[in-house]
């Protein structure tokens, strides 16, 4: 058999990777954490349903991952990232979640995180000409 590599967007070559890497997974964690898995969306809007901000992240085995977290600049400065990110700590503790994670770069948020009590487990340098920032909260 003759395999190449293609790059393309194929929607079901996609699902086919992403469903036999969680397999794979699933067969080396603890079956307490198996099936651990949520999308987590919070979005700050006004009373129109206007969207000017949100954190997107997922619960996956016993972490929340921040994704995205963003705020428009008007409402920046305002506490919203810190009720943002309050809200999902609490979802993650309501879930038995053990930490978050997140990163940043060094224009970003890198400040904000900090004194929301996460902490830099790890750094790549030159990432876009800036620092990348890894950081974890554990959840008491």
Same mark, same amino acid.
């Given at each position: ?5 293609? =790059? ?5 070559? #996609?699902?086919?990777?992403? =469903? @036999? ?12 954490? #198996?099936? !651990?898995?949520?999308? &987590?969306?919070?979005?700050?809007? $006004? ?8 954190? &997107? ?14 705020? $428009?600049?008007?409402? !920046? +400065?305002?506490?919203?990232? @810190? +009720? ?8 993650? @503790?309501? +879930? =038995? ?16 995180? #900090?004194?929301?009590?996460?902490? &830099? ?14 950081? +974890? #909260? $554990?959840?008491?």
């Amino acid at each position: 058999m003759d395999l190449h590599i293609t =790059n393309e967007t194929n929607d079901a070559a #996609k699902s086919y990777v992403v =469903n @036999k890497m969680i397999e794979y997974n699933l067969r080396h964690f603890p079956d307490d954490l #198996k099936g !651990r898995y949520q999308i &987590v969306n919070l979005y700050l809007q $006004d009373t129109y349903g206007n969207i000017f901000g949100g954190l &997107v992240g997922e619960i996956c085995w016993n972490w929340l991952e921040v994704q995205y977290l963003f705020v $428009d600049d008007a409402y !920046r +400065k305002l506490g919203y990232g @810190k +009720k943002l990110l309050s809200e999902a700590e609490q979802i993650a @503790k309501d +879930k =038995n979640c053990d930490f978050m994670k997140l990163d940043t770069l060094s224009f970003q948020a890198l400040d904000f995180y #900090k004194e929301q009590g996460f902490e &830099v487990f790890g750094t790549i340098q030159n990432a876009g000409r800036h620092t990348h920032y890894y950081l +974890k #909260k $554990d959840i008491l």
